[in-house]
């Protein structure tokens, strides 16, 4: 493909996002511990492991001032849920700390 062609195949697939965001059904990725319910809207993840989890990360942020910190006292605490792996890890990854 050519240059120009990239150049219409993404100015096309932008504007189907814009039309789609100006309509309101445009859905992004949300971050952990938010979750689409079936109409369409954000709500607080209905896994009360993540609830937890994701309380738990704010309040050692609030605590340790830092997301580097509050990550490795939840790695050294050993949370041993899925959940709160997951969010210490997209927590982690959102900081470019991992």
């Given at each position: ?16 996002y ?20 079936a ?50 890890r ?9």
């Amino acid at each position: 493909m050519s240059e120009a062609e990239l150049h219409v195949l993404r100015a096309r697939m932008l504007g189907g996002y814009m039309a789609k965001a100006r309509r309101g059904e445009l859905q992004l990725r949300l971050p952990v511990g938010f979750v689409y319910d079936a109409a369409g809207k954000v709500q607080f993840d209905p896994d009360r492991q993540v609830q937890d989890a994701v309380r738990t990360l704010f309040a050692t942020f609030r605590r340790t001032g830092s997301a580097g910190a509050a990550a490795r006292t939840l790695f050294e605490q050993a949370c041993a849920s899925r959940a709160a792996h997951r969010t210490v890890r997209a927590w982690a990854i959102w900081c470019g700390t991992s």
